[in-house]
């Protein structure tokens, strides 16, 4: 009897990979649908630093930015990004969510994204419908504009780490090489 619970001959045994987040078991081969459709969100991304690239510089200019606090703009994303990235991909790989691991992430980052390029290509306007006083809305404006470039470079720089952990989480060793050709292939890196 030595040990067992419950009724005699019967093992009841629990899988350690029910538990563990780094589960040695080879997932099943992934249609190549699939993988495509996993790169696009990586082409997203990608969209939308292009739309970032040529818009922040003209929306920064017209709020009435200084020049000397152009360079503060760009540093605040990956000084976040250097002091917080091992904080989230650690949250990310111990994360318990329903939706899994790396789900909650990606969704969290994207409407980050979405929500900071909100911010800067509109950040004048809501200021403007907002506030009268013209010195405060210039502030306001200028505050708002800069907000929304940070979050959105954080958390566009942010998403690549769980979107190719994904990949690795539910994968083949055959299909995390494909899909990284397709990410490659989408986003020309």
């Known amino acids: ?35 495509i459709m996993h790169s696009m969100a990586m082409l997203g991304r990608e969209f939308c630093y292009a739309v970032e690239a040529a818009y922040v510089t003209p929306v920064l200019l017209s709020v009435g930015l200084p020049k000397s606090l152009y360079s503060t703009v760009w540093l605040l994303s990956p000084a976040l990004g250097f002091l917080l990235q091992p904080v989230v991909g650690l949250a990310s790989d111990h994360c318990q969510a329903r939706w899994g691991r790396r789900r909650p992430y990606i969704l969290t980052l994207g409407l980050l994204m979405l929500s900071g390029m909100a911010l800067y290509l509109n950040g004048d306007a809501v200021v ?62």
């Open 1 to 35: 009897m030595g040990g067992n619970i419950g009724q005699l001959g019967i093992h009841t045994c629990k899988s350690p990979a029910a538990d563990d987040p780094f589960d040695p078991v080879e997932p099943p081969k992934r249609p190549t649908s699939n993988l």
């Open 128 to 189: 403007s419908a907002l506030i009268a006083d013209p010195r405060r809305k210039r502030i306001w404006a200028i505050t708002i504009t800069m907000i929304g470039v940070v979050v959105f470079d954080f958390a566009a720089d942010f998403i690549d780490g769980p979107i190719k952990a994904y990949l690795f989480d539910v994968c083949s060793h055959e299909d995390k090489e494909r899909g990284l050709h397709y990410h490659a292939l989408f986003t020309d890196r």
